[in-house]
Structure formats: C-alpha cells, structure tokens
C-alpha cells in the first residue's frame, strides 16, 4: 500500500488542522491505520491509531481530548482532526498502515509509512 499524507502547514496555537492520509493498494479497510509524529532531535512519537472498519480508536495521552481520528473506507483515506494545537505539537506527521488484526500505537505493528507532513505551531 502507498500513502501520501496532506493538510499540514503553519497554525498559530489554538488552532486547528486536518492531516489526511491517501492510500492506494491493496484494500485499505483489511489495515488497521496510525498517525504518528517526529519533531526535531527527538524520537517518533505515536499519535493514535484505528481499527480496520473504525469502530475502535487509542491515542497518546498527549493528544487525547484535542485530536480525532477517522477513517472513511470508501474514499481510501483516514485523517487526523487536530484542535487546540500546541507549539510541542510541531512535528513531521506521518500515516502508516498495518496488517495487525487489533489497533495499537506500537510503530512496530505498522509496516508501511507515508512520506509525512510538516505541522508547525507558532506561540
């Protein structure tokens, strides 16, 4: 599967953005989908993720109560809603795909992942 992440770009805090992910492949409803994130000097961090059909979603405490994640299986696409953004949520935000049957945010369980795209908070 291919994915292309799009929607990223500069919000000031507070602000919201909506990150989609295009997948293109194989049948994209037989992947559970994550969102994770990379900023400067820093590690990858997980975001949340989704099981297959949608219907079961985890986040990281960090983003829990802000950020939404979907998916829409007839469009091939899931998307990240993000509210109340943060300057700590500036970050290269990727998608990535797994064929784990259960929805986790471990990025091991995830074997492909999109280019990502750059979120920048100003304060």
């Known amino acids: 599967v291919q994915l292309v992440e799009s929607g990223g770009g500069l919000v000031q805090a507070g602000g919201s953005l909506r990150l989609s992910c295009a997948a293109s492949?194989?049948?994209?409803?037989?992947?559970?989908m994550g969102w994770f994130r990379q900023a400067p000097g820093k590690e990858r961090e997980s975001v949340a993720g989704?099981?297959?059909?949608?219907?079961?979603?985890t986040y990281a405490d960090s983003v829990k109560g802000r950020f939404t994640i979907s998916r829409d299986n007839a469009k091939n696409t899931v998307y990240l809603q993000m509210n109340s953004l943060k300057p700590e949520d500036t970050a290269v935000y990727y998608c990535?795909?797994?064929?784990?049957?259960?929805?986790?945010?471990?990025?091991?369980?995830?074997?492909?992942w999109g280019q990502g795209t750059q979120v920048t908070v100003s304060s």
């Open positions: 492949g194989r049948t994209f409803s037989s992947y559970v």
């Open positions: 990535a795909a797994g064929d784990g049957m259960f929805v986790t945010l471990q990025p091991g369980n995830y074997g492909y």
């Open positions: 989704i099981s297959r059909r949608g219907g079961v979603t």
